[in-house]
C-alpha cells in the first residue's frame, strides 16, 4: 500500500513538473516572439574619428547601448533633413560714403592782356581772375610754357584776382591759367595775344 501511494505521488509530481515545463517553454515562446529585432539599415559615414565606435549589446527585449570599456565613443554629428541645403546669411553691405562735392570747378574771366590783343612789347602784367562755388586756393599762370609768380588777392567772396608782372618780346605769345579751389577742383583758360612796337 505505501508502494502505490508512492507511485501516486512520484507521477503526480512527475506530471506537475511537465506542466511547469510546458508552461514555462509557452511563454518563452510568447517573450521570443515578442521580441523579435526590427531590421535595421546600417551606413558607413565617411566621418574619420580618432577613436574606435563603441558596439551595441542587444540584451533581452529591448537594444541598450553598451560602451566597451577604454572605448571613448565619437562625438555627435549635425544631421540635416535630405533636400534641404543650408543657405548662407549673407553679411549685410556696408556702403562707404562718398562725399559728394557740391556745385562746380572754377573757372577763369577777365584774361589780360585780352585775347587777341595787341600790345606793346616791354614791362607788362598778365592776369586773370578765377571764381567759382568754393574758395580759390591757388592761380596759376604761364607765359609761352613758363610759370610766372603769381601774387594772388581776393576780390569778392567768389573771385580771386591772380597776376604777375614780366617782361614781353615782341612776337606772337601764349598765356596759360589755371585755377584751384578748396575742394581740390581745377579750371583753366589759354589765350594768345601779339607784342609788337
Known amino acids: 500500500m505505501v508502494g502505490i501511494v508512492g507511485i501516486l505521488l512520484l507521477g503526480s509530481l512527475a506530471w506537475s513538473a511537465v506542466g511547469a515545463l510546458f508552461n514555462a517553454l509557452g511563454d518563452a515562446g510568447a517573450l521570443v516572439g515578442a521580441a523579435r529585432a526590427t531590421p535595421v539599415r546600417l551606413t558607413s559615414s565617411a566621418v574619420a574619428t580618432p577613436t574606435a565606435?563603441?558596439?551595441?549589446?542587444?540584451?533581452?527585449?529591448?537594444?541598450t547601448s553598451v560602451p566597451l570599456p577604454g572605448v571613448t565613443p565619437p562625438p555627435a554629428v549635425a544631421t540635416s533633413t535630405p533636400g534641404?541645403?543650408?543657405?548662407?546669411?549673407?553679411?549685410?553691405?556696408?556702403a562707404t560714403a562718398t562725399p559728394e562735392i557740391a556745385g562746380r570747378a572754377p573757372w577763369i574771366l577777365l584774361p589780360q592782356p585780352a585775347p587777341g590783343a595787341r600790345v606793346a612789347p616791354g614791362s607788362m602784367t598778365i592776369e586773370a581772375?578765377?571764381?567759382?562755388?568754393?574758395?580759390?586756393?591757388?592761380?596759376?599762370?604761364?607765359?609761352?610754357?613758363?610759370?610766372?609768380?603769381?601774387?594772388?588777392?581776393?576780390?569778392?567772396?567768389?573771385?580771386?584776382?591772380?597776376?604777375?608782372?614780366?617782361?614781353?618780346?615782341?612776337?606772337?605769345?601764349?598765356?596759360?591759367?589755371?585755377?584751384?579751389?578748396?575742394?581740390?577742383r581745377t579750371g583753366g583758360y589759354r589765350w594768345t595775344f601779339e607784342a609788337a612796337p
Open 53 to 63: 565606435t563603441p558596439l551595441l549589446v542587444v540584451v533581452g527585449v529591448g537594444a
Open 84 to 94: 534641404l541645403a543650408a543657405t548662407p546669411t549673407p553679411a549685410p553691405a556696408v
Open 129 to 184: 581772375r578765377g571764381r567759382g562755388d568754393a574758395a580759390i586756393t591757388s592761380i596759376r599762370l604761364e607765359l609761352d610754357g613758363a610759370p610766372l609768380p603769381v601774387a594772388i588777392e581776393q576780390r569778392s567772396e567768389s573771385t580771386w584776382r591772380g597776376f604777375a608782372t614780366t617782361q614781353v618780346t615782341p612776337g606772337q605769345h601764349a598765356v596759360r591759367a589755371t585755377v584751384i579751389d578748396d575742394q581740390g
